[in-house]
């Protein structure tokens, strides 16, 4: 199926949202449908259009899938209750961690976080509501790099052959498809979500499992959870696309108190781009380098070594796995 793309400066943003709301009442009818929060701004925006559209009809959900930024779960549900949007927490992280026990390949990876979201999670949650339709806010890249073989999306379905309905029980409604990010976070900004939102940096539908080389344990999630925190507070005024830290699988030699220490190895990449189909690394300071890496090693149990990234998008890819 091709999908013709909008881009950002043919996007009239205002004709988009009545356009949306209107296809969206029309398919679901009065029916009930459920949305996956996350707190992206592609979910973000897709939350906003399905309340626009259905009211009290949409019911929506953050996944606390035990793998996201520190404090993120409670921090969304609460900036969209201002908003007047209801969002209920569910605790998946047990059916999470369960799910990656023994998994070291990154689609297989990729895989488990789509059965374990789609499969156990929403399709227990749409069964007990009754609904039928599931919003989610797959964009333009999304397909590219699922179809293209670059990276398996957790969010792309129908263009690999796969029948939601089928697989899973439920239609999924994706209103954003037609899009990449820049014209997203126009119409985040025209729904009236908050600048913390509409300029947040890109965040992995995999979230921190995207970030981890290796086994994914709750442990190994906390020190890259440590580590992103204090590279999003570090260079969120760089004006760059996306910064991130990864955590490497085998342990280094490193030093402590004069003693050899075998310790952790964060990687960071900052990138300079415009719709993440291509990449060059930010050219960054060597002072807020140091300050950085200064900061992780002091800051992160474990870690004894930080690099930087300096490869473009192609060979590369923004985020790791």
């Known amino acids: 199926m091709q999908i013709q793309e909008i881009k950002a400066e043919d996007l009239n943003v205002e004709e988009f949202i009545n356009q949306k709301v209107q296809e969206i009442s029309s398919i679901v009818g009065e029916e009930l449908a459920i949305n996956a929060l996350s707190g992206g701004v592609d979910s973000s925006v897709v939350t906003m259009l399905g309340h626009k559209a259905l009211g ?8 606390d899938n035990g793998i996201m930024r520190e404090g993120e779960p409670e921090k969304i549900v609460s900036l969209f209750k201002e908003l007047g949007v209801n969002v209920e927490l569910f605790d998946g992280k047990k059916e999470f961690f369960d799910a990656f026990k023994g998994i070291t390949d990154p689609e297989e990876k990729r895989e488990a976080v789509t059965q374990t979201f789609y499969k156990d999670i929403f399709g227990k949650l749409v069964g007990e509501s009754s609904a039928k339709y599931l919003f989610q806010g797959t964009i333009l890249t999304d397909v590219d790099e699922t179809v293209a073989g670059i990276k398996r999306q957790h969010n792309v379905f129908e263009q690999l052959g796969i029948d939601p309905q089928e697989t899973f029980g439920y239609k999924i409604i994706e209103p954003l ?4 990010k820049p014209a997203v976070r126009m119409l985040a900004k025209a ?5 913390e939102i509409y300029e947040r940096p890109p965040f992995p539908g995999p979230a921190l499992a995207a970030r981890v080389i290796g086994e994914i ?3 190994r999630i906390e020190t890259v959870r440590k580590a992103t925190k204090i590279t999003e507070e570090e260079l969120c005024q760089t004006g760059a696309f996306q910064y991130l830290a990864i955590l490497h699988k085998d342990r280094v030699t490193g030093m402590r108190d004069g003693k050899r220490d075998f310790g952790l190895q964060i990687e960071i990449r900052c990138w ?3 719709d993440a189909r291509t990449a060059s690394p930010t050219r960054l300071p060597h002072e807020t380098l140091e300050k950085l890496a200064g900061r992780i090693i002091t800051e992160v149990p474990g870690v004894v070594s930080v690099t930087y990234n300096i490869t473009q998008k192609p060979p590369s890819t923004i985020e790791a796995v």
Not at 57 to 62: E, G, V, W
Not at 191 to 195: D, Q
């Open 191 to 195: 729904l009236g979500l908050p600048e």
């Open 272 to 274: 300079d781009s415009t």
């Open 177 to 180: 498809i037609q899009l990449r």
């Open 217 to 219: 344990t709750p442990e």
């Open 56 to 63: 009290a009809r949409l019911k929506t959900y953050f996944v």
